[in-house]
């Protein structure tokens, strides 16, 4: 599956944003679909996945962020409000295959699919 992220930009501190990750080439609902982001000089950190289904779905930091998914439209958004300069990074989504393994939804390297990335900058 080829994954693109999109609709990074630059938000001013309190702003929203949505970012969209389309997929093309399989069955989009048989995978499961992570976000992961990473700031210059640190480690690329889990954000939010959502199941094939839609119907369930993991946060980092509950209460900001809402992940969904149109699996017609072969499309995950990551809705992104109460920005923090914290939150800026290039955001990234990645798939991977449905597993019984615990915590899968949160560890990079279950993804084996990841998209180029979207830059997201949150300014003071």
């Known amino acids: 599956v080829q994954l693109q992220a999109s609709g990074g930009g630059l938000v001013q501190a309190g702003g929203s944003l949505r970012l969209s990750c389309a997929a093309s080439g399989r069955t989009f609902s048989n995978y499961d679909i992570g976000w992961f982001r990473q700031a210059p000089g640190k480690e690329r950190e889990f954000v939010s996945a959502?199941?094939?289904?839609?119907?369930s779905t993991y946060y980092a930091d509950s209460g900001r962020f809402t992940i969904s998914r149109d699996n017609a439209e072969n499309t995950v958004y990551l809705q992104m409000n109460s920005l923090k300069p914290e939150d800026t990074a290039v955001y990234y989504c990645?798939?991977?295959?449905?597993?019984?393994?615990?915590?899968?939804?949160?560890?990079?390297?279950?993804?084996?699919?990841w998209g180029q990335g979207t830059l997201v900058t949150v300014s003071s």
């Open positions: 990645a798939a991977k295959l449905p597993t019984t393994r615990s915590g899968s939804y949160y560890r990079r390297a279950e993804y084996a699919y």
């Open positions: 959502i199941s094939g289904s839609g119907r």
